[in-house]
């Protein structure tokens, strides 16, 4: 890792998203999205038993999220997010980790996501996360019709947090 990136990582903080942070979820949502959610479908998602609910922060500034919830033997990762500015300084992965780390424990999960098949950056960050890829969702996303790659993380993929 480049000194400057580490740098970068040491001031980004994660902490389990509040009902007052999703007024900034929702516009850093509708400005990375094609298929933004609404704030209504953000605010179910919080608190839910069955969630992770996740943001980073950037000093004082929220850089980005993170939403999964847990389905039977698995966490699927809804949606991570980093706003246009905050973006190569390490927050996906800081979200990641933090959501390993809160996902750990008795009965341990595997993890699973989609990507835009064209989406080469998160593609490789999930990779280098331990995720692998178990096939296609064809003509996933409904703004464009773009295939989606379905990727899989088991709970021990080597990648320590």
């Not at 298929?35 to 605010?43: A, E, F, G």
């Amino acid at each position: 890792m480049s000194r400057a990136r580490a740098a970068a990582e040491s001031t980004v903080s994660v902490r389990d998203m509040r009902e007052r942070d999703v007024r900034h979820v929702e516009r850093i949502e509708n400005q990375v999205s094609a298929i933004p959610w609404p704030r209504h479908m953000l605010m179910a998602e919080l608190g839910s038993a069955k969630t992770i609910d996740l943001v980073a922060l950037d000093g004082a500034s929220l850089a980005g999220y993170l939403l999964a919830s847990r389905y039977a033997d698995v966490w699927h990762i809804l949606n991570v997010a980093v706003d246009v500015p905050f973006r190569r300084r390490g927050i996906g992965r800081a979200l990641m980790h933090a959501l390993f780390l809160r996902a750990a424990g008795p009965g341990l999960l595997g993890f699973t996501l989609e990507v835009r098949v064209s989406n080469a950056g998160a593609i490789s960050l999930y990779e280098g996360l331990g995720f692998v890829s178990r096939g296609v969702r064809p003509g996933y996303y409904s703004d464009n019709r773009e295939d989606a790659l379905i990727m899989w993380r088991e709970p021990f993929a080597g990648v320590v947090p």
